[in-house]
């Protein structure tokens, strides 16, 4: 094996088609993010086809030059952020003397529209809290399957070496 | 129309066929990897021209939002367009590297290079 | 004792006019299971990995099909997400074989 | 007070008895000769003299005898206790599989 | 083929068919298999035609969530977890 | 007062909230991050006092999740849509356990956990601990259930695997393994209720239970499943193992969460299936699930040498006690003996949970305290630790006698109850459950006499008092056991009298849900 | 019989699963069995919230002509879509503590414990 | 910098598109594709390593001119597939090439056309541009001939020149 496989890179080729649809993947992710409440899909699936992104860089180009670029902690504060929206979200519902996770968007001028049933494109702004929840569920998914993927390559990566 | 998609539809479940049968009867991985790459991406190819052709006739029709199928397909395209060529370049490498020698082979310049 | 599972399914005769696109599902099917043999019987990974990548591509396939036959615009984004999705588990495997590091 | 169905269990009232009872014992106690336990040089109970270093007994030793007496329950139970998660499992189902067939006995066997 | 039987069958039948067998086979080699790697790849392949079975059951949803954490993220843990542990099963 | 009415959910959402603010509190300083947590771990405690005390006089409570008006069950097409959460009187005297669990455990984390780079994930996931134990109690919608389960399960093997030393990953990995496929026939139980009647509402579900044969199919499954996450023999083979390893302060809440489960268990035989079921078969199940339990586990915990896993079979022994008792109740369910017997027999069972709780989280603390000064949990390392470790050697004790049932402890009044009417049903199974009680006072003394009596062992001699912290968290717990002990009365007729007949009486259950 | 197939197949996959958790050895394959139960828990929760001609269940998707009761039932494919989230979950934690394992025991064999009587 | 102010408006143009459904596009949609392409794009900066330059307008004309040629060889190369499939006649070996191009583009570019492209898989690739083919029906003239140039010609006829007017 020469070097560069031992740096943890694969060939040119791989890296520059990864390169290439890293914001492909990215804005797709984000659509499915978006469109949670329109289309199928929502936080959980947007965030996991981004986590994937993210591991095809870190199959790409190896996980220590990754680690130089996304730290864990940066990861896990995404994550704890996207839980902490979606917890107060939750909160506000309360305190607008209703329940929890009361949808108190609705009528307002962010989100607040109510799309018609049946058959029509969607519109975005509808919904009320649903894409901010949409979006909190896609930062913590985002972070932690990363986060994870992350960690686990990087013990492995210890136990490779010890062998 | 429906012809159009007859024919493009036919023309690509031929080339998938194709490309099963010839995974199963080629003797190595390298022989494979043509048959697996080349006839799905091409039949595939087919298999989203008919749907695009589809939603393109369906929005002539007066249908609007059949737009967005086509566009979508395409799109779908575009993924199976750069990432098999890749998939395929990346297996081989893999192969190669993991000690799978082409069979049948009558000549291996890569093996003369790494060996030294 | 009869445990009918009969009584909760909801599953039923579908429409049987002929679909293009639902023969062509058919047909596709009947292409993963060829495929899918080499993935089983192949003496080495990378076989497996062929037959791997080949029936993600006619995965894909026929998520574009199905899509088409039900007239759902929104069934495409799966075969999308798959089509970008499906490289890195060959990019993955490919990488263990290498010898690389994950 | 708590009420048991046949009496009743009143724990201020047990302690104000036990404590009773513990003056009681005590009073009775220095109705005994003081000097007895201090002419005694040996131990009282026993012919043995107590060794100097202080013994500790080691817990795998404190009922050494009840366990041997027992072996062979506690041979099968060793044998249950194997830590293979397979087992674990395997007794789950097992379990789960018997509730099924108790259950479902009367109808099968009329 | 008698007309009950043909009358039951559609085209959606027979896909469900050979779907049904596509997920039970690369099952049993997910567990039969003595190279992990074998069976993480078969693994990836039931997960796929699982996927592709919730989408033929109407469920786009739930076809993309599996999709996008089965084709991906369970194949990337199980090979991490094999990389940094062994590669084949060992039976005494 | 609006937010009165908002307790239930701010129970549940609180601990969430708290844990993932708590990483970025973490930031700031160390100290602002142990105060917030005991600060919101008091908190939760005040809210369910004040709920329990709500339910217990006013009866149960109803939240329902995003509506309007949260008190009422909107009936769409006379079914709950909804999320929807009740708290009856079993509920709020589970959450109280809960509670007063975690927080003696918080504050007992302290000190107990050295600082490092991860306390700050370890109070988050002691948080989600907590939230799903409160979330499985409170829940009203099997499906939640089977949520906070899982959470529960998560957040309490990553808990169990913080110090990651060999065991305590093999513990934390059998566990995660067992109760993940639990939680998989849960669901698939969950599966057959939604095919039959397209509910998921515990409530309406018993309104239009037919008992047909997927649902003893289902019936057998969810008493498998928690069953075995509350721990009783034959399935009980994980729980030494993950006690043994746990943080103690972990290992008291883990007692805490398999009561959850227990507590679950009762709600599937009492309130979901009710008077379809077959009391008879199911209560003798349960019965002999509890004598089983009792007996292999006092037994299995005597030849120890490991002080916690001498410890965790105890608990399993103490967990066929509660088995015993309601499965009595069970059994005497529609016979005229119940109102006799069979409700002291499961008031005795269901006083015995929170003795449990209490008793054996403290005896846990206690040996946590041993682990932090001694590095060891083998029993034969340890000696005269009664000359230095003078608090902790009294609140073993008073654990000991109390786990016992030596009166006047809380344990003996539990005891008491269940002996009596157990013998009304059959002597044997007083009998074994008094022999099994003389079992455990005999492994108490054995522990007691290795690692507190004695000389002073030579390696153990720089051994001091531990810090405040965990002496304040042991406290609350022995404090806890006096007062039950000395004011048993008071409290199983103001506390588990409410949540016996809560148990017992489906109806009500059913009409705070479904309308009358 | 036809119609039934997806129940077979829920039965199979998840026997197949717990043939691997409850006889095969290998620490990794146990994670494998969990795997695929799972899979056949998800495949039966959407099986069940199938509808014959029904539509896929999304608000905007509705064509002319189709009552929302035609719609396949949308409440078990949201349950199916936790269960997958606590499945990937669950996999992750699985997994790390596996390698743990064999840092410490270097083996994979569930027989190779640490912890037992 | 320059890296992700092309891949941002490439994701606002790929945003568009996908959120077209017949009619014009809503402000709402428009806003948010802006805010998440600008996300996109730092993102890109952020984790990208970045290794490829940006297109030029002319390349991209050289791009949509090259796809049919590409398309023929592709149907060719079917064709040929099935024949050997059918027939089973193969000759495999892996050659060695040195088409002299130092971008990585043009050599992805290369690859990728090589792979789909009539009886020929590139197998690896080193750091200096040298690419190594298997092919499936060596032909003997291959060997007889020197030059570097004409030798790439029996593999891949002008695919070398199309990749450096494309990615150079």
């Known amino acids: 094996m020469n070097d560069e496989t031992n740096d943890g890179r694969m060939s040119i080729i791989v890296r520059t088609i990864a390169t290439m649809m890293l914001p492909f993947i990215l804005i797709f992710s984000f659509y499915v993010i978006m469109h949670g409440h329109l289309t199928p899909g929502g936080g959980f699936q947007g965030g996991a086809i981004a986590a994937s992104a993210i591991v095809m860089m ?23 952020v996207g839980a902490a929206i979606f917890a107060v979200v939750a909160f506000i519902g309360v305190i607008m003397a209703a329940s929890f996770m009361y949808n108190f968007l609705v009528g307002t001028p962010l989100f607040g529209e109510t799309p018609p049933f049946g058959s029509n494109p969607g519109i975005l702004n509808s919904g009320g809290v649903l894409p901010i929840l949409n979006i909190a569920v896609g930062m913590k998914v985002i972070g932690g399957l990363a986060a994870v993927v992350l960690i686990m390559a990087l013990a492995g990566d210890k136990e490779g070496d010890k062998k | 129309m429906w012809e159009l998609i007859y024919a493009l539809l036919s023309i690509g479940i031929f080339f998938n066929l194709l490309a099963s049968v010839g995974l199963l009867r080629f003797p190595d991985v390298y022989t494979r990897l043509h048959a697996g790459t080349k006839c799905t991406t091409f039949g595939s190819i087919f298999i989203a021209l008919a749907v695009i052709a589809y939603g393109l006739w369906k929005w002539y029709e007066g249908d609007k939002t059949m737009i967005s199928l086509a566009i979508h397909a395409f799109f779908a395209l575009i993924a199976i367009l750069l990432t098999n060529p890749t998939g395929a370049h990346a297996i081989a490498r893999a192969a190669y590297r993991s000690g799978v020698k082409p069979a049948k082979a009558v000549i291996d310049e890569l093996g003369g290079e790494k060996n030294d | 004792m009869q445990i009918c599972l009969l009584n909760i399914s909801r599953l039923g005769k579908e429409d049987r006019r002929m679909n293009p696109f639902m023969i062509a599902l058919v047909l596709l099917s009947i292409s993963i299971l ?69 | 007070m708590l009420e048991t169905g046949f009496g009743y269990w009143d724990a201020i009232a047990w302690i104000v008895a036990f404590i009773v009872i513990c003056i009681v014992v005590y009073i009775i106690r220095g109705f005994g000769k003081r000097e007895h336990r201090k002419e005694a040089e040996e131990p009282f109970f026993s012919g043995v003299e107590l060794p100097d270093e202080k013994v500790h007994v080691k817990a795998s030793n404190i009922y050494w005898g009840f366990i041997e007496s027992m072996k062979g329950y506690y041979d099968v139970m060793k044998k249950m206790h194997d830590g293979i998660i397979n087992n674990y499992i395997s007794w789950f189902i097992f379990i789960a599989v018997l509730l099924l067939i108790i259950l479902f006995a009367p109808e099968v066997i009329p | 083929m008698s007309w009950e039987v043909k009358k039951m069958i559609s085209l959606f039948g027979i896909a469900l068919i050979i779907l049904s067998v596509f997920t039970i086979i690369p099952a049993i080699i997910a567990v039969v298999m003595k190279d992990l790697l074998a069976c993480v790849i078969a693994l990836a392949i039931m997960s796929l035609l699982l996927s592709l079975y919730f989408y033929l059951l109407h469920a786009p949803d739930v076809a993309i969530a599996e999709a996008g954490v089965g084709a991906c993220i369970t194949t990337a843990l199980f090979i991490i977890a094999i990389r940094a542990t062994q590669r084949y099963e060992v039976e005494k | 007062m609006i937010y009165n009415e908002a307790i239930p959910a701010i129970l549940i959402g609180l601990p969430l909230l708290a844990a993932f603010i708590t990483p970025i509190i973490n930031l700031a300083s160390r100290k602002a991050r142990n105060a917030f947590v005991i600060a919101v771990l008091a908190i939760e405690e ?45 509920a709020a005297f589970m959450g109280l356990i809960s509670c007063t669990v975690a927080m003696a455990a918080g504050i007992y984390s302290i000190s107990f956990i050295k600082e490092g780079n991860g306390k700050s994930r370890y109070y988050t996931l002691l948080l989600i601990m907590l939230a799903g134990m409160l979330g499985m109690e409170f829940t009203g919608d099997l499906f939640n259930l089977f949520v906070f389960l899982e959470i529960l399960s998560i957040a309490s093997c990553g808990l169990i695997a913080y110090r990651q030393h060999a065991d305590a990953v093999e513990g934390a990995f059998k566990y995660l393994v067992v109760s993940n496929i639990a939680a998989l026939f849960v669901l698939f139980a969950i599966a057959l209720f939604y095919a039959q009647y397209d509910l998921l509402n515990i409530a309406a579900i018993a309104k239009v239970m037919q008992y047909t044969q997927l649902d003893k199919i289902a019936l057998v499954l969810l008493v498998a499943a928690f069953a075995m996450k509350c721990g009783s023999v034959p399935m009980h083979f994980w729980a030494p193992d993950s006690y043994s390893t746990a943080p103690a302060a972990i290992t008291a809440m883990l007692v805490a969460a398999s009561q959850a489960s227990l507590y679950a268990l009762f709600r599937v035989c009492f309130t979901l299936y009710g008077s379809l079921m077959d009391y008879q078969t199911i209560g003798l199940a349960i019965i002999i699930f509890g004598l089983l339990s009792m007996f292999i586990g006092v037994t299995m915990a005597l030849p120890q040498k490991d002080i916690k896993r001498l410890m965790a079979y105890h608990a399993i022994s103490q967990t066929g006690y509660m088995l015993l008792g309601v499965g009595v109740g069970l059994y005497l369910l529609g016979s ?90 059959s002597p044997i199974l007083s009998i074994v459950a008094m022999l099994v009680s003389v079992l455990t006072l005999a492994s108490f003394i054995k522990v007691f006499h290795s690692a507190f009596m004695g000389p002073k062992m030579h390696d153990v001699k720089d051994v001091k008092e531990v810090p405040k912290s965990m002496l304040v968290g042991m406290a609350v717990l022995t404090f806890v056991i006096i007062f039950f002990g000395l004011f048993p009365g008071w409290v199983v007729s103001h506390i588990v009298h409410p949540a016996v007949m809560a148990l017992v009486d489906k109806t009500a259950y059913i009409n705070a849900v479904m309308g009358g | 019989m036809i119609w039934n197939v997806p129940f077979i197949t829920v039965a199979l996959l998840i026997a197949i699963g717990l043939y691997a958790v409850m006889f095969k050895r290998n620490l990794i394959k146990i994670a494998i069995g969990i795997t695929i139960i799972e ?78 009587g | 910098m320059l890296v992700s102010i092309g891949a941002t408006i490439l994701c606002f143009i790929i945003w568009l598109l996908f959120t077209f459904n ?36 002319k390349k991209w004309l050289y791009l949509i001119a090259y796809l049919p040629r590409f398309f023929y060889e592709m149907a060719k190369a079917n064709f040929d597939m099935a024949y050997r499939v059918i027939t089973g006649k193969i000759k495999p070996g892996i050659v060695k090439l040195s088409p002299g191009l130092k971008n990585n583009l043009s050599i992805t570019i290369l690859a990728n056309s090589i792979t789909l492209t009539p009886g020929t898989l590139s197998v690896d690739v080193d750091e200096a541009g040298n690419l190594y083919v298997h092919w499936i029906n060596v032909k003997p003239e291959f060997f007889e001939e020197k030059d570097i140039k004409c030798k790439c010609r029996y593999v891949c006829s002008t695919f070398p020149d199309w990749a450096r007017r494309i990615g150079e």
């Not at chain 1, 870190?58 to 704890?80: F, N, P, Q, T």
């Not at chain 3, 999308?80 to 290498?98: D, G, M, P, R």
């Not at chain 6, 409700?343 to 846990?364: D, Q, R, T, V």
């Not at chain 8, 984790?47 to 490829?52: G, H, M, R, S, T």
Request: aromatic share 10%; with cysteine; proline share 4%.
């Open chain 1, 58 to 80: 870190i199959a790409a180009y190896g996980h220590k030059m990754m680690e130089k670029r996304i730290s864990e902690d940066g990861l896990s504060m995404v994550e704890s």
């Open chain 3, 34 to 102: 060829i495929a899918m043999i080499r993935a089983i019987l192949g003496p080495t990974i990378p076989d497996r990995v062929v037959g791997l990548d080949t029936v993600n591509t006619l995965v894909i396939a026929s998520m574009l099909v199905f899509g088409a036959a039900k007239k759902e615009i929104i069934y495409i984004d799966v075969a999308i997400v798959y089509a970008l999705l499906s490289y890195i588990t060959t990019v993955l495997i490919a990488k263990y074989l290498e010898g690389g590091k994950i």
């Open chain 6, 46 to 90: 005040l809210l369910i006092i004040l709920l329990a005390w709500h339910v217990f006089t006013d009866g149960i409570v109803i939240y329902t999740m995003g509506a309007k008006n949260p008190g009422i069950v909107p009936l769409q097409a006379a079914v709950p849509i909804r999320i929807v959460l009740e708290i009856d009187g079993m």
């Open chain 6, 336 to 425: 005229s003996d119940f109102n006799v017997y069979g409700i002291k027999a499961m008031e005795g069972g269901i006083f015995h949970i929170i003795n449990h709780a209490m008793y054996k989280g403290l005896l846990f603390l206690t040996a946590g305290a041993i682990y932090y000064r001694l590095g060891t949990r083998n029993l034969n390392e340890m000696g005269g630790l009664g000359h230095t470790m003078k608090f902790t050697s009294i609140f073993f004790i008073i654990g000991a006698l109390a786990i016992a049932g030596i009166p006047p402890f809380n344990g003996f009044a539990s005891k008491l109850l269940i002996y009596e009417a157990c013998y009304k049903v």
């Open chain 7, 39 to 116: 899979s056949g828990v998800n495949l039966f929760l959407i099986t069940l919230g199938y509808r014959k001609g029904g539509v896929a269940p999304i608000y905007t998707n509705l064509p002319s002509g189709v009552t929302p009761q035609q719609m396949v039932l949308p409440v078990p494919q949201a349950l199916t879509l936790t269960s997958i989230v606590i499945g990937v979950a669950v996999l992750a934690l699985m997994l790390s503590f596996i390698m743990k394992m064999y840092q410490h025991n270097k083996s994979l064999d569930s027989h190779s414990r640490r912890l037992k």
């Open chain 8, 22 to 57: 017949g009619s014009i596009w809503q402000w709402d949609e428009i806003t948010a594709g802006i805010i998440f392409s600008i996300i996109a794009g730092a993102i890109t900066e952020k984790v990208a390593i970045k290794e490829y330059r940006s297109l030029s307008p």
